[in-house]
């Protein structure tokens, strides 16, 4: 699986080669990475010079000459000729930026080659190999180790860099990039997942061009503005068709992502920690490494590469104990109360939550200090004994009877100024003497460079862990970071990554300790959704953003990077508070269950007959969990803008969702697709029988009756509260190979008629098709 035949080295996961060669000048030249070769020579894919082009640098060692900025090069140094942009720039010894690292030495491992303080994907099967490559500096004894671990089953290869400084004098590292690639084509276009505060990664795609695009986040955290995943797509990739590679990074802070095309139809990728505002000092004998870099490729579209991704997050990012399993149903506090809450009234939602199938109450932000607004009491994690007299264990032990599990809200990185926590230890923030600090949701972030502020942190959160049985925790971290200044930091350069191997560490403490506490991790929804935070939390909050039809771009846009296992989507009341959208119960239902489900609603403003349809909802997704939350996931391919069918497949069963954004008039009739039924095999197909509100009709209720009724009026929404009516279902038997090629559906609803045969979404309408093999 990893080869060295001099001077070729060849790395093969299940589908994929990655080769590389020690150039006779001792760089490393790229030569390939794509679906498996059968070649045993690779002489076809290097470089064939015999001139540089008119003011070309020629880089000559001994009898032989390079040019390197003509060269798909595996990293690359500064100084010596290549003019792109540089992985690694370094402050060397003598004072001058000038670095050339050339090939030393190689060992192939077993497993992964573990980290001090990062964290790394792991080897879970005997199929995971690494290859150290050990480059040595031409002038100083520097060395330069390029890191690169194959994952065999998932298509996987992750690379990484480190850094050994053997000379007497200190350096100082100003960039170092986990990986660099050079493709020898250009005609790409590059996917990135961009947006803000509840609108997260949204997919935008765009062609590139003659110089430099880069996608990085300046925030502290990974952020929501840019996700660290991008995807190199050639030209006229779609789901099903055409080569893209997947970049990823395992790290929760500033990232950077840089493509640059050059002068000669070479195209440079490279991803790593941000250079802004990074110095990192090394003495001799110290080391300093990057996070892993995640690489995947695909010639068989987006839905090939995502799976790919999945796969490797399931099997080697999530944490062991968690893999796998059954994600419990949640109800959270949050949308239902906000601050304002009592013991009794959780008991008295739990209570109804418990009846209707939900497994896991979650206790949001408001039960401890003084806290009953986001002012105050960030920090001082006592609970507020007026809210709760029985304190965390009457409530957690109470819910405990009802037969679900207990779940509490910690934002531990944070304080208000307005808290026990700051009047006693002030110096705990983040700020810088002499500069009022700025606030982010009233608060301010603890510096977790600090070994103190740490150690404080993780003994108030376990006494809070000891003092009943909690069975989850919902981390959370509401603001971007700004006044970087830790006392503890010899140079400030090293602030933000130290705030994130700060923060790895207290991940760490708190997880060995409770290691069967699940954390679901949060900021302010996906502000870090990143593939180092799953490392220790397998599920993190998508967005505060529940309304579906923005959950659609939001999810769809991470399901190309993550799996539906680490994506926690709940069901909230409509209208919806953020968009004042008014959804069908069955399309927030329809676009949550794929991914980790919840309900986040006060249940006193659900009517009866929709209880009956939450119970129903929460029934399908117990049967069908292991599809919802492990199943491989296919995104239909549409050109229409109005419609997104998302496709799951777990073993014999499939559930396809069927999403209508806007409703067309006289709309087209429609047949619906599956994907990859095994052709020679028959199926049962069920859609999921959902009702609607007799409401949705508005007027036309008054023409379809005998007795006329104010549409608007008081009769109508009681009937509504207890009658719906139900939406055409489908269900018939049919060949894989049928339903590959599609069924035509039933007519939807278009104003001329409609009896029970007729298909009803309109604006916001969905439905589910759950398949099985007979
Ligand atoms: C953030 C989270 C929400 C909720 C609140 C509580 O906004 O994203 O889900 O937990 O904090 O203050």
Redesign the pocket.
């Known amino acids: 699986m990893i080869t060295f035949e001099n001077p070729y080295f060849k790395i093969g996961t299940k589908d994929l080669n990655y080769i590389f060669r020690i150039l006779p000048t001792g760089q490393l030249e790229h030569l390939y990475f794509g679906k498996k070769l059968i070649d045993q020579d690779y002489k076809a894919l290097e470089t064939k010079l015999t001139a540089g082009a008119g003011s070309t640098i020629e880089y000559t060692e001994g009898e032989s000459k390079t040019y390197l900025d003509l060269m798909t090069l595996e990293y690359s140094g500064i100084g010596k000729g290549d003019f792109r942009l540089s992985p690694i720039e370094i402050k060397m010894p003598d004072g001058s930026y000038v670095n050339d690292f050339v090939y030393d030495s190689y060992q192939i491992i077993d497993g992964i080659v573990e980290s001090k303080d990062l964290p790394i994907s792991r080897a879970n099967d005997q199929q995971v190999k690494s290859l150290v490559i050990k480059l040595i500096d031409k002038k100083f004894k520097i060395e330069l180790k390029l890191i690169y671990t194959l994952f065999f089953n998932s298509n996987v290869i992750t690379r990484r860099t480190q850094i050994i400084n053997q000379d007497k004098h200190e350096l100082v590292i100003r960039k170092i990039m986990s990986m660099m690639i050079d493709l020898p084509e250009t005609d790409y276009d590059l996917m990135t997942f961009d947006g803000g505060w509840i609108k997260e990664t949204h997919k935008h795609l765009r062609p590139l061009t003659y110089g430099t695009y880069i996608n990085d986040s300046t925030t502290g955290n990974s952020s929501n503005r840019h996700n660290p995943g991008i995807i190199l797509a050639k030209k006229g990739t779609h789901e099903d068709y055409g080569v893209c590679i997947g970049v990823n990074l395992v790290y929760s802070g500033n990232h950077y992502e840089a493509v640059q095309i050059s002068n000669h139809g070479l195209m440079r990728v490279m991803n790593g920690i941000n250079p802004h505002c990074f110095e990192w000092p090394l003495k001799q004998g110290e080391l300093f490494e990057t996070p892993e870099s995640v690489l995947t490729y695909s010639n068989q579209g987006f839905n090939t590469l995502s799976q790919s991704f999945h796969e490797f997050i399931n099997a080697h990012i999530t944490p062991r104990q968690f893999q796998q399993m059954n994600r419990p149903i949640v109800l959270?506090s949050?949308e239902a109360f906000?601050f304002d809450f009592n013991q009794n009234k959780l008991q008295k939602l739990a209570k109804k939550a418990s009846k209707l199938g939900v497994e896991l109450f979650v206790l949001?932000?408001?039960w401890f200090g003084t806290r009953s607004n986001?002012h105050q009491a960030l920090g001082d994690y006592d609970v507020n004994k007026k809210k709760l007299p029985g304190g965390l264990k009457g409530l957690s032990d109470n819910i405990h009877h009802m037969g679900m599990n207990f779940g509490l809200?910690f934002?531990p990185e944070m304080v208000n100024p307005q808290s026990k926590l700051f009047i006693n230890h002030p110096e705990y923030s983040i700020q810088i003497e002499g500069r009022i600090p700025a606030l982010g949701?009233n608060q301010l972030v603890l510096d977790l460079c600090n070994q103190e502020v740490r150690d404080y942190i993780y003994t108030q959160m376990s006494v809070v862990l000891d003092s009943a049985q909690i069975d989850y925790i919902?981390w959370?971290m509401?603001r971007h970071m700004t006044d970087m200044y830790s006392k503890t930091l010899t140079h400030q350069g090293m602030f933000f990554h130290s705030y994130i191997l700060g923060l790895y560490e207290l991940l760490n403490r708190i997880t060995t300790q409770y290691p069967n506490i699940m954390i679901e991790t949060?900021?302010?929804?996906g502000n870090r959704y990143d593939l180092g935070m799953l490392y220790y939390s397998p599920q993190i909050?998508a967005s505060?953003n529940t309304d579906p039809i923005e959950r659609l771009s939001i999810q769809e846009g991470l399901s190309y990077l993550y799996p539906q296992s680490t994506m926690s989507a709940h069901v909230s009341l409509a209208p919806h508070a953020q968009t004042l959208r008014k959804t069908p119960l069955s399309t927030r239902f329809n676009v949550a269950s794929f991914g980790i489900l919840g309900y986040e609603l006060d249940l006193k403003y659900v009517s009866p007959i929709e209880k009956k349809e939450i119970k129903k909802q929460i029934e399908l997704y117990k049967k069908y969990r292991n599809v919802f939350q492990y199943g491989k996931l296919y995104r239909h391919n549409s050109t229409d803008v109005h419609h997104k069918i998302w496709q799951l497949s777990y073993k014999d069963s499939h559930i396809l969702g069927n999403y209508q954004t806007l409703s067309d008039a006289s709309p087209n009739l429609e047949t619906l697709k599956f994907k990859d039924l095994e052709d020679s095999k028959m199926y049962q197909v069920d859609s999921f029988q959902q009702s609607m509100s007799i409401s949705r009709f508005g007027h036309l209720i008054s023409h379809a009756l005998p007795i006329k009724i104010n549409f608007n009026g008081a009769i109508m929404r009681l009937i509504s509260k207890y009658k719906q009516l139900d939406n055409a279902t489908e269900s018939f038997k049919a060949s894989g190979r049928l339903l590959n090629h599609g069924f035509k559906m039933k007519q939807q609803f278009m104003g001329t008629w409609y009896n029970d045969q007729t298909r009803i979404l309109g604006d916001y309408g969905s439905q589910l098709y759950i398949v099985g093999k007979i």
């Open positions: 959270n949050w906000f949001d932000d408001g986001d809200w934002e949701r919902k959370d509401n949060c900021s302010s929804g909050w505060d």
